[in-house]
């Protein structure tokens, strides 16, 4: 069955930076685009980029054009997104999500990540 | 690209039925038939309900439906149970490799 296990919960101070992963099992990474969205405490649900199944490439929110950064390891089926200059309007659930049919058919379990001096 | 327009609440007592909006523009929405709805329970990752507008991924139940007019999507869930209690999202593909959520809508179960 299809999986995605992100890690675990990050503390941040302001001006870092913080890396995600997300783990995928049941099919194969480069079949499916991979996005990232986050959801600050208490708010909406925020796309914020994918990085594309076959090719590699990258598609981001114009919002975090210039801070983030979506990669991905296909010999261990994880894909990773950091983001750079981290302030209080980071702190938020990342979640990586499956695309399919331009939709979002599975999701990581969500990464709590805290900015705070 | 704005978020797209969702009420903040809905309501309906069990049985009833009750219908969630989502109003984006012509470039969203109205553009593409690629909107698709959520449910979030809280503490808990979304769960996709509908894909494409109107297609119910397999495991859902029927009693919700999808449906598009315009600028404006609408999910539909009928014969309202106490787990359907939850936050829902409406999303759509905006162009240009750029998706868009709604802000959120939180149904109650009376």
């Known amino acids: 069955q299809v999986q995605l296990v992100q890690s675990g919960a990050e503390v941040k101070k302001p001006g870092a930076s913080v890396k995600v992963s997300c783990k995928a099992s049941?099919?194969?990474?480069?079949?499916?685009?991979m996005h990232w969205v986050r959801q600050a405490p208490g708010q909406g649900l925020e796309w914020m980029g994918r990085?594309?199944?076959?090719?590699?490439?990258?598609n981001y929110a114009q919002k975090f054009q210039d801070r983030v950064t979506m990669t991905r390891d296909t010999s261990i089926s994880t894909a990773y997104m950091e983001l750079t200059r981290l302030t209080s309007d980071d702190t938020a659930v990342y979640f990586c999500?499956?695309?399919?049919?331009?939709?979002?058919?599975?999701w990581g379990q969500g990464t709590l990540v805290t900015v705070s001096s | 690209q704005s978020a797209l327009t969702q009420p903040p609440s809905a309501s309906g007592s069990p049985g009833q039925s009750v219908t969630i909006s989502c109003t984006g523009t012509?470039?969203?929405?109205?553009?593409?038939?690629?909107v698709s709805w959520y449910q979030q329970h809280p503490g808990k990752a979304p769960k996709i309900m509908i894909l494409e507008v109107t297609k119910r991924p397999s495991g859902v139940p029927d009693r919700f439906s999808g449906s598009k007019s315009g600028n404006t999507a609408s999910l539909t869930v009928s014969g309202l149970q106490a787990e359907d209690e939850a936050d829902y999202y409406c999303?759509?593909?905006?162009?240009?490799?750029?998706?868009?959520f709604g802000g959120g809508t939180k149904l109650t179960v009376l």
């Open positions: 049941g099919y194969t990474l480069t079949d499916y685009n």
């Open positions: 999303s759509s593909y905006a162009g240009s490799s750029i998706w868009v």
């Open positions: 990085i594309v199944s076959n090719s590699g490439g990258t």
């Open positions: 999500a499956r695309g399919h049919n331009f939709g979002f058919d599975y």
């Open positions: 012509s470039s969203d929405v109205g553009g593409y038939n690629y």
